[in-house]
């Protein structure tokens, strides 16, 4: 019930933070903005985001593949767009981690493999963030805000930072650490902590499929920071601006998305980072020339297109809740 209440709160507290931007940007500009979307560019950033899902769920089937599990990609895509959706309504994407749930019940994959398959390349994914929005911070407060520290930003990136680098620290021990294995044999004692240990036990026997595809994901990883840039570039060619930077556009939005994500791991009261990512991205653009209501319209739809095209795991996280409730019965 307590539960319930939070998340009640926290929806309020998102839907407020909307509403304030609305009126900020004036919501006769946004409606304006709106309407002049060239969808022939958000069309193409559709295609991007899609072709970024295409490369992540080939790097969980290429790891599934080398521990010797035979499950086809398609069958792969459908339950990492599953995972994608639930990370669209999570904290700090947290909800990706049902991939690897949804993989092992609807496929009958050991557990220990579909986690290998989420967390390895996540290390990779963390620590790309926590770099490119570390250098796009810094960039913004020396060159374009010349100031040594924005206090209400900079606590936020900070604690993202510190969070995301605390995440990374615990998925690498967890994978490759027997040590850190031994260390927090303390759980066993806790409710359900001995499966949690065994789970971790068994992940770190079948984590050697990382090393041995190391750059084949470090190539993934590249390429989809590559779509992932393009497809914010066109989001901004649709809405119709491009910032004002003494570089391509392309490398602005390579690091922007990475900013963005790291703010949202920020300990701020909100459903998901929805309101406070929004209000990011719109304090990033007007730094660089960009006018509230494009900056906003820009930043609700990047949230639209994930969101639209993640709903394709709707029918696989169905055959999941299908399956749970058959066994419940039984």
């Not at 995301?164 to 759980?187: D, E, H, Q």
């Not at 998305?257 to 980072?273: C, D, N, R, S």
């Not at 730094?287 to 906003?296: D, K, R, S, T």
Request: proline share 4%.
């Amino acid at each position: 019930m307590k539960l319930g209440k939070s998340v009640i709160a926290e929806l309020l507290i998102s839907l407020l933070m909307i509403a304030a931007l609305f009126y900020f940007a004036n919501i006769g500009d946004v409606l304006r903005v709106i309407e002049g979307i060239e969808f022939k560019w958000l069309a193409l950033a559709f295609v991007f985001y899609f072709g970024i899902n295409l490369c992540m769920a080939l790097r969980i089937w290429a790891i599934l593949r080398d521990l010797t599990v035979g499950i086809s990609y398609p069958k792969t895509l459908m339950a990492h767009f599953t995972g994608m959706l639930a990370s669209d309504f999570t904290p700090a994407r947290s909800g990706y981690l049902t991939t690897a749930f949804v993989l092992s019940r609807n496929n009958k994959i050991p557990l220990e493999k579909t986690m290998v398959s989420i967390l390895g390349p996540q290390i990779f994914d963390f620590f790309l963030k926590v770099t490119a929005g570390a250098i796009a911070f810094w960039y913004l407060l020396t060159y374009v805000l010349h100031v040594n520290a924005e206090e209400s930003i900079l606590f936020a990136v900070i604690f993202g930072i510190f969070a995301l680098s605390t995440m990374i620290a615990v998925m690498f021990l967890s994978l490759f650490s027997p040590r850190f294995l031994k260390m927090m044999s303390f759980i066993k004692r806790l409710p359900f902590g001995k499966a949690v240990h065994e789970l971790v036990e068994n992940i770190q026997q079948n984590s050697h499929t990382i090393r041995r595809l190391f750059w084949f994901i470090l190539l993934l990883l590249g390429f989809t920071w590559l779509l992932k840039a393009l497809e914010w570039y066109c989001i901004a060619l649709a809405v119709g601006f491009t910032p004002d930077v003494p570089f391509a556009p392309i490398i602005f939005f390579a690091f922007l998305q990475p900013l963005v994500t790291i703010l949202q791991f920020a300990p701020l009261p909100t459903f998901a980072g929805v309101g406070f990512s929004e209000a990011a991205s719109v304090f990033v653009l007007m730094q660089f020339g960009v006018a509230p209501a494009p900056a906003l319209v820009f930043s609700l739809l990047t949230r639209f297109v994930m969101i639209a095209v993640d709903s394709i795991g709707i029918r696989e996280a169905v055959k999941m809740l299908r399956l749970d409730g058959s066994k419940a019965k039984q």
